[in-house]
């Protein structure tokens, strides 16, 4: 089966007239005058001869390969079309059904390919690489092997698509491959191996990232070692992916991101964080370790918006994970690298470009956070993430990244802008899965007069007495999972970052904390015996 059939027969079953492959654009069908995009991603010169290559008479592969233009016709079981390449300029194919069967209509395609039909199409491929089939994929329980999908031809991209429908099948949040060992995965925070997988080589690894990288980031990859992605299997979910070299060849971390968007409903997200979304200007900050939810939870908030606001919203990503239609909003979405070269710089851009909010998917330079806080002060509300562990750490990990001569003025400006923290961690859930601890910092006077002042160290303080407001301390949001019975004790003892005041919560609510560090035990007034040292032989008597 070629790869152009499963486009092909798209075009037959809803009554199309032509199949567009343009360098540079989508492939498009066209239907009733109007082309509908059947992929997401464009379309290379390579890739463009590679599908039409594959489809040529013997005569005509050598031909397609000199300037002009090239006609033959192609028949599949959905038909007879006519082939027209041109090369003058940029790379062109336009797929026509051919004329009638003998019955004088145009040829259908059977009932059973009609429900294929409705199948989103899959990614382009990279040159010389074909594209899987959207099959249902067989998935069993976790760290189990799944089916594999119909072969398309390429042994890398086959694989490379099968272990990432196992990945989404295990409900699994990361895929590694390391050079020398089987595929593993994340699930529920712990790392663990697919049965009856084999170790996989530098050079199968670097074979299956090439089937799934642009050539932008192949070309990254191969000069700096280094490159971030993104892939999508449609109807099956999205992923962030990472390439690395390390000292036993390349390797590759995927991140699983879920086809649909979450809600805040879903989620669980507090109506005080929910009023974050209609403010008309401010900068509101999700923080968290890597791993720990921030994009799910910024794709809500977004989500929450594109529902009852309409504005026009600009996400600068690197890479795009949610993928966010519009609602009510007009959403743009970048992708660092491939739509813009910075964070800075698209966020310079976003301010010529009429939006009302902006997600900046990573403050991670001066100049970015600089401009963050200038874009909020501006009138526009800017929704961005920072690796920290609380609200109070944040507020100071953004003003420390200033020079000391600046660091007044951005004190004045941070505190005016600020209007919300939500830092949070990924507890172990009883029975499976993950839960989200959320700490929530919110702007009220006196928040704002510490932030200004210099205090920050006074802000715990507000955050334990200013519940009735919204705000909650990681060690109460900690301990609320607990009592709800979706977390262990020494689950939410481990996430906490004050270790003393969570064991004395705990404590107080009768539960067994013999699972703690004697000093912290000691500390929250726990008394606990050192553990008695080993049988040996003892001293003789004198």
């Not at 209609?278 to 999700?286: D, E, I, N, P, S």
């Not at 510490?450 to 705000?471: A, D, N, Y």
């Not at 609510?509 to 040996?536: N, W």
């Amino acid at each position: 089966m070629a790869q152009l059939d499963r486009f092909l027969n798209l075009l037959v079953t809803n009554n199309g007239s032509a199949l567009i492959l343009a360098e540079g654009d989508v492939p498009s069908v066209i239907i009733k005058d109007s082309p509908r995009p059947v992929m997401k991603q464009p379309l290379t010169s390579a890739q463009i001869l590679t599908l039409v290559r594959e489809i040529a008479p013997p005569d005509k592969p050598h031909a397609l390969d000199a300037t002009g233009a090239v006609r033959f016709d192609y028949t599949s079981g959905d038909g007879t079309f006519d082939v027209a390449l041109t090369q003058t300029g940029k790379i062109l194919a336009r797929i026509e059904p051919k004329a009638v069967s003998t019955n004088g209509v145009k040829p259908s395609a059977a009932p059973a390919k009609a429900a294929a039909a409705q199948a989103v199409a899959p990614q382009a491929p990279a040159p010389q690489v074909a594209a899987p089939r959207v099959e249902a994929t067989n998935v069993g329980t976790p760290m189990t092997q799944a089916r594999r999908v119909a072969a398309t031809g390429n042994p890398a991209f086959d694989k490379m698509e099968s272990l990432l429908r196992i990945l989404v099948g295990n409900k699994a949040s990361d895929l590694h491959l390391r050079a020398g060992q089987p595929p593993l995965l994340r699930s529920s925070g712990e790392i663990g191996s697919i049965p009856n997988e084999p170790a996989l080589s530098s050079e199968e690894i670097d074979a299956m990232l090439n089937t799934v990288m642009l050539e932008q980031n192949r070309v990254e990859f191969k000069e700096l070692n280094d490159t971030d992605f993104a892939h999508e299997i449609p109807g099956v979910a999205r992923f962030r992916g990472n390439a690395l070299r390390e000292r036993r060849g390349t390797g590759a971390v995927f991140r699983a991101v879920p086809a649909s968007v979450v809600t805040v409903e879903e989620m669980g997200i507090s109506q005080e964080v929910q009023r974050l979304c209609h403010l008309t200007k401010g900068l509101v900050l999700v923080t968290g370790p890597t791993g720990s939810g921030k994009s799910t939870t910024l794709c809500a908030l977004i989500d929450l918006i594109n529902r009852t606001r309409s504005d026009h919203v600009i996400t600068i990503e690197d890479p795009i994970e949610f993928v966010h239609e519009s609602k009510k909003c007009l959403i743009t979405q970048r992708h660092v690298g491939v739509h813009t070269s910075s964070f800075r710089h698209a966020l310079r851009a976003a301010l010529r470009e009429d939006p009302d909010i902006v997600l900046v998917g990573e403050l991670r330079d001066l100049e970015t956070v600089s401009m963050a806080i200038e874009t909020a002060e501006t009138g526009h509300l800017v929704f961005g993430t920072v690796h920290t562990s609380t609200a109070v750490s944040t507020v100071d990990r953004v003003i420390d990244q200033f020079p000391p001569d600046r660091q007044a003025q951005i004190r004045v400006m941070l505190s005016e802008s600020l209007k919300g923290v939500i830092s949070q961690v990924l507890c172990k859930k009883i029975g499976g899965g993950r839960v989200a601890a959320r700490e929530i910092l919110l702007s009220t006077p006196s928040v704002s007069n510490l932030i200004r002042e210099g205090k920050t160290f006074q802000l715990p303080s507000v955050l334990q007495t200013s519940r009735r407001l919204g705000m909650v301390t990681m060690n109460d949001a900690l301990v609320e999972l607990v009592d709800q019975k979706l977390v262990e004790p020494q689950e939410a003892y481990l996430k906490a970052t004050d270790k003393v005041g969570i064991l004395h919560m705990l404590k107080q609510r009768g539960k067994d904390i013999s699972f703690a560090d004697i000093e912290d035990a000691k500390g929250a007034g726990a008394e606990k015996e050192a553990p008695a040292k080993p049988a040996g032989r003892t001293a003789p008597a004198r």
